[in-house]
């Protein structure tokens, strides 16, 4: 009998496909379905963010930074507020810090709303992707009446804030929290203990611990990994250790611990984990002002700085080198999805096409940050 | 009816065939057009949603509005493509669904061509459909799309199997492959359906659980038929883009579509048949006004768009499964299930 001969196809995955995330292109060996080698392009959604902080005063980088992560753009902000503040080594008011943390700790909340309704939508289940998104809408109204903005805030400002909160704030805030706690069990139920959910992300894609470590990887990639590292607790900056919450790792609950549904498994219990920050901070704001005297031109002193912080994706790092003028020498960045997404290739081969969008989808990238 | 055409145009006259075929013709495009309403409509309070809403009342001519677009827009037929096959998909997979209406009965009176193979033919004639995308998925020149139409050929075809051998089970119970003749034989109460063991005494009770087997099987392999949710990969949006009809456009890509919902009505249809006594009121002659054939045939929608329902209803709420799992839920649990239940309604059968 003759041997059939076969050959290896290449498909290219986006930059326009529906479950890349953005212009994400992927160049896919396949071997009939079975993926042989999956390997990322970049650079599509480049925007030559590091160059530009070079020309930029040091506030007129905050919506730069809001254009990274545009699905948390807070946290993006977050991280380069304290940054900053840490260079010109000023002391931000109390009130200051608790409206940044809820702030932010919300923004984990609708940045892991779109992670896991975007990855129930790649595994083929569209309506818990509507269900919340359409709770995502509250947490977005929230910042609309503090600050005006919907989706790119420059809401934390150097020593401050843009905007105080307004009077109704706290009230429908904790409306929030009593309002969205149930619906996390629900779409738990719809989505997450689903069987068909089960098999399609357990035991696929599996990240170990020690592979994890060595790639640099952060956040709820990480931690689906089983590793127990969480900036807040383990670095706290801003005023994280004030409050009382759990960091929540993989436990191999339906297949092997660092699976596809690990990663998401975690993202869901973080969002209750938020939730007792908020709340937490709700409870202990003081009152007072919202900015710190600063002068007119900020003009941090000759020195550098590195400062990390945890965003909804993992760990964000600010390296800034001030030469005393206006605008920064340089800024780093050290992304969180960048480093998460060159983990890819390992842990893709083998798996056939539709794990390969599971994978992709558990790992939560967006591309503009890895871009820049 | 066939036999009112004929005294009316005379014997073998062309009109007799014409009008036998035209009603499943108008029937399918306009069912197409409500149930992608409905479908709209369903998703959207599923997903919290209005859907639809300007256009008409509640949006109702929306989908004829989208009719209208598509009629419109450019026929784009990618320069690389295989032109005769590109084009002779469509028209390919759309007779597959259309010729299967012939034999469906929609009511006591009217059923496109009675004849004695009825079911066979039904079977025999879908699987047109997966040729047609095999066409389509070859002709586009388009690695997505051929993987969509290998996935589409490969999952029809496999079950298909489990498919013809729980409409054995009816075929056995019935001794009889003409759809119009096993509707009929389940006349009277609704427990004379063949979901409830089909007419017969108590001795029937036996078969009750074995029908529900039977049934399950059968709405199960129908949904991977129609290529729906969660058996929807050879158009997994999420993996593939579109799948086989990727690079289709405008009215070609309608035919598609109207093809996929008519196999959808199709399925849904064969099941009411089959289990739910088709056009059969559930009250039989004890209401004589409910079995009259104009009533017959509403009760045989109102089955089919309930089932059509269910079919919505699970596309809106659950993920979709992997081809290696598709196959494994197919040949590992169906057919194997399948068999022992046609082995054990034969046993029935024989034994009675």
């Known amino acids: 009998m003759p041997e059939i001969k076969s050959e290896e196809i290449i498909v290219n995955m986006g930059p326009q496909h529906p479950s890349t995330h953005g212009v994400l292109r992927l160049e896919v060996k396949l071997d009939g379905e079975i993926v042989v080698d999956a390997i990322p ?111 790119l805030y420059n809401y934390m400002w150097i020593g401050g804030l843009s905007h105080d909160i307004p009077h109704n704030f706290i009230e429908k805030t904790r409306d929030f929290v009593k309002y969205f706690r149930p619906i996390i069990d629900e779409v738990n139920n719809l989505l997450v203990y689903n069987k068909i959910f089960v098999e399609r992300t357990a035991n696929i894609g599996i990240l170990p611990a020690d592979v994890a470590i060595n790639t640099g990887a952060s956040g709820p990639v990480l931690r689906g990994s089983g590793v127990k590292f969480d900036l807040r607790k383990d670095d706290p900056y801003s005023i994280y250790n004030r409050f009382d919450f759990d960091v929540c790792i993989g436990t191999g609950e339906q297949g092997t611990v660092g699976d596809c549904w690990d990663r998401n498994k975690v993202r869901c219990d973080e969002m209750v984990e938020s939730l007792k920050i908020i709340t937490q901070a709700l409870d202990q704001m003081p009152e007072g002002d919202i900015t710190e005297t600063l002068p007119k031109r900020i003009k941090p002193p000759i020195g550098e700085v590195y400062t990390r912080t945890e965003t ?58 890895i871009d820049r | 009816m066939e036999q009112f055409l004929q005294n009316l145009f005379g014997q073998n006259n062309i009109l007799v065939y014409i009008s036998m075929a035209v009603p499943p013709l108008i029937f399918m495009i306009a069912f197409a057009l409500a149930a992608v309403y409905m479908e709209r409509k369903v998703s959207a309070h599923m997903q919290d949603r209005l859907g639809p809403m300007l256009t008409g009342w509640h949006g109702v001519i929306q989908t004829v509005a989208d009719i209208v677009k598509l009629l419109q827009k450019e026929d784009i037929i990618p320069a690389a493509a295989d032109r005769k096959l590109f084009i002779l998909a469509p028209f390919v997979t759309f007779i597959g669904s259309y010729a299967a209406y012939a034999c469906i009965p929609f009511s006591s009176q009217y059923v496109g ?24 998925g070859w002709g586009s020149n388009n690695k997505y799309s051929l993987y969509g139409a290998i996935r589409s050929v490969a999952q029809i075809i496999s079950y298909e199997i489990p498919t013809v051998l729980v409409i054995l089970t009816i075929v056995i119970l019935a001794g009889t492959i003409d759809l119009q003749a096993i509707v009929t034989a389940q006349g009277g109460w609704f427990w004379n359906w063949y979901i409830f063991g089909g007419p017969g005494g108590w001795e029937k009770l036996i078969l009750l659980p074995l029908m529900l087997i039977s049934f399950i099987i059968y709405y199960v392999t129908s949904l991977a038929e129609t290529n729906r949710t969660p058996f929807d990969i050879p158009e997994a949006e999420s993996e593939l883009v579109a799948g086989y009809h990727t ?72 993920p979709r499964l992997r081809v290696d799992q598709l196959m494994y839920v197919c040949w590992k649990v169906l057919i194997p299930f399948a068999f022992v239940n046609l082995l054990a309604v034969a046993l029935y059968v024989v034994l009675k």
């Open chain 2, 247 to 318: 690079e289709y456009s405008g009215m070609r890509f309608a035919f598609f579509f109207l093809s996929e919902y008519a196999n959808m009505f199709a399925v849904s249809a064969i099941a009411a048949s089959l289990f739910f006594g088709g056009w059969q009121s559930p009250f039989g002659d004890s209401i004589p006004f409910l079995n009259t054939p104009v009533m017959q045939f509403a009760w045989f929608l109102l089955k089919g768009l309930f089932f059509i329902f269910v079919q919505m209803w699970l596309r809106w709420t659950l």
């Open chain 1, 312 to 369: 909804p994706k993992g760990e964000i790092g600010y390296y800034i080198i001030s030469d005393g003028s206006t605008s920064p020498l340089r800024v780093k960045v050290r992304p969180p999805c960048f480093v998460n997404l060159s983990i890819l290739p390992y842990i893709t081969r083998g798996y056939l096409i539709a794990d390969l969008v599971a994978i992709l989808g558990s790992l939560d990238i967006v591309l503009g940050e």
């Open chain 1, 41 to 151: 392009h970049l650079g599509y959604l480049h925007r030559c963010f590091e160059k530009h902080c070079e020309a930029m005063t040091y506030p007129q980088i905050i919506p730069y930074t809001d254009r990274m992560d545009y699905v948390a753009a807070m946290s993006m902000e977050f991280g380069y507020v304290e940054a900053c503040e840490k260079l010109m080594d000023i002391k931000v008011p109390e009130r200051v810090q608790y409206i940044r943390v809820i702030m932010a700790e919300l923004q984990r909340i609708a940045s892991h709303m779109v992670a896991i309704g975007t990855y129930g939508n790649d595994i083929g289940a569209f309506t818990p992707f509507l269900f919340y998104f359409r709770d995502r809408e509250k947490v977005l109204e929230l910042f609309e009446i503090t600050c005006g903005a919907r989706l």
């Open chain 2, 113 to 136: 061509s009675s004849i004695s193979l009825g079911l066979f033919f039904i079977i025999a004639i879908s699987s047109l459909v997966s040729v047609g995308l095999l066409m389509a």
